[in-house]
């Protein structure tokens, strides 16, 4: 799957063959008005065929970016593709949200959060904070790249990973998803890259070692009058090997595989103005248990 560069981006009715056939029950005829011919009793026009195309072309730049952190972890079971569902894990249950007791984590790696506990909620939490931190914008700039990697990752890969993360985000990349080449945003507009954190599962723990899963949404896309790729919304989820080094969780590897997505509501689309406000007005979030 890929972006477009940034100059160029841009069923049956239920009847059966027999007149006769009943439909609801009771025998009378569908007719289809044309639109805005009273095809519901308001005027209301038939909501036009989705394009997903531009949905496509957005999941297609988040696999991209976590494919290249799974190929980077030689050996370190980066492409294990059959994570999502095949394993048993830790299900939800009517307390999943209820307060532990636990006080979230306060240290500061930077601007991610650390010092999370050595336990299976502590893996968790890393597991939530590392999915933001590695879906961000950030993650589009060499300096802070190198900055955030070595933050959430084990040292053993930091250097391996950095030198894959360098060929993946290649001025030409850059410039496909809209940035200018050295990854900066093009005056006027505001590149959105972020991850949220909907739900998160313990696969395997076991002493230093843990396995989460994290559900996820995410926007992707450049916001501003002019932009041709606008923000969009996509659902994925992350699986990180985590392990206990030098007193806190750390990612040894990761792999992500697409949805589980939900029905798109009927929300009015906002303006790309509306958006850029957004984001620049709303910070993020840590997350802890």
């Not at 007149?19 to 639109?35: E, N, V």
């Not at 036009?48 to 972890?73: C, D, E, K, T, Y």
């Not at 959105?192 to 954190?197: A, G, I, L, M, Q």
């Not at 559900?215 to 969009?232: D, H």
Request: one cysteine or more.
């Amino acid at each position: 799957m890929s972006l477009g560069d940034e100059k160029g981006y841009g069923s049956g009715s239920g009847r059966t063959d027999d007149g006769y056939s009943t439909i609801g029950g009771t025998r009378q005829t569908r007719t289809r008005f044309p639109d805005g011919e009273g095809g519901d009793g308001y005027n209301t026009p038939r909501r036009p065929a989705r394009n997903s195309r531009s949905l496509v072309m957005v999941v297609g730049v988040v696999v991209l970016l976590f494919a290249a952190i799974a190929l980077a972890n030689m050996g370190g079971g980066g492409g294990d593709s059959n994570h999502s569902s095949g394993k048993a894990g830790s299900k939800p249950d009517s307390s999943s949200t209820a307060a532990t007791g636990t006080k979230p984590v306060t240290g500061k790696n930077g601007t991610i959060a650390s010092g999370f506990a050595h336990d299976e909620q502590g893996a968790q939490s890393a597991a939530s904070n590392f999915a933001v931190a590695l879906g961000s914008a950030g993650m589009f700039n060499a300096d802070t790249r190198r900055s955030i990697i070595q933050a959430t990752h084990d040292p053993a890969v930091v250097e391996g990973l950095l030198a894959a993360m360098t060929k993946a985000y290649s001025p030409a990349f850059l410039e496909n998803v809209g940035l200018n080449e050295d990854g900066t945003t093009p005056s006027g507009l505001t590149f959105v890259s972020r991850t949220v954190p909907v739900g998160t599962k313990v696969v395997e723990q076991s002493g230093d070692t843990a396995t989460v899963e994290v559900w996820c949404t995410g926007l992707v896309g450049m916001a501003g009058q002019g932009s041709t790729k606008p923000v969009t919304a996509t659902w994925f989820t992350i699986s990180e090997k985590l392990k206990w080094v030098g007193g806190d969780w750390k990612v040894e590897s990761s792999s992500q595989t697409e949805g589980p997505t939900p029905v798109n509501g009927d929300n009015r689309a906002s303006t790309a103005d509306e958006i850029a406000g957004a984001v620049e007005g709303y910070g993020g979030f840590t997350y802890a248990r």
